[in-house]
């Protein structure tokens, strides 16, 4: 979803949209329960990059300080424009989104998958770490070249956040095999 707005908005040239309060929707205001799975069967259809956890809870934990790393280091940046800026508040709104569905979800957690959660936390967050003490201009560099999160995020912060339990659906299920 930020990986979306976030290339439209370089592709497009187009002024910055207005600010929003929330998250972004990518599938519109009026999507259906059957668009909702086939999005969903596609993110969990498609495979995550090396080092994500594959369950839930600890996938999301992975993504939200993916993104609080990146407006990180973007905050490092003394160059900064309007799209960085915008780029930042919209990740900021992402990462809420990604810690409300942690907070949900917690009490439902094991032991070992908070733990799972935090390490998976940790391994994102170090991924930005040998970034911070770089020149402005590979910061900056670095800042501009992050695509974003895999589609899995957003749908496994809402299976979370409701405390969705069963699997995913699969393509097939949902008529794409």
Request: glycine fraction near 6%.
């Amino acid at each position: 979803m930020f990986a979306s707005l976030a290339a439209a908005l370089l592709l497009t040239h187009a002024p910055l949209p207005q600010q929003q309060d929330g998250p972004i929707v990518t599938a519109g205001p009026t999507e259906t329960a059957d668009a909702q799975r086939v999005r969903e069967a596609v993110a969990y259809a498609n495979p995550l990059p090396r080092g994500a956890p594959e369950a839930d809870y600890p996938l999301v934990a992975w993504c939200e300080a993916l993104v609080n790393g990146h407006i990180a280091l973007g905050e490092t940046l003394t160059n900064r424009d309007d799209l960085d800026t915008e780029i930042m508040r919209l990740g900021r709104l992402e990462a809420t989104d990604f810690r409300g569905a942690l907070m949900a979800g917690q009490s439902r957690q094991t032991a070992a998958t908070l733990a799972a959660a935090r390490a998976a936390a940790a391994e994102a967050t170090a991924k930005w770490t040998p970034l911070m003490d770089q020149d402005q201009a590979t910061k900056s560099q670095a800042f501009g070249l992050f695509f974003g999160l895999p589609g899995r995020c957003e749908h496994a912060a809402r299976r979370v956040r409701e405390n969705i339990t069963t699997p995913p659906v699969t393509p097939a299920e949902v008529g794409l095999e």
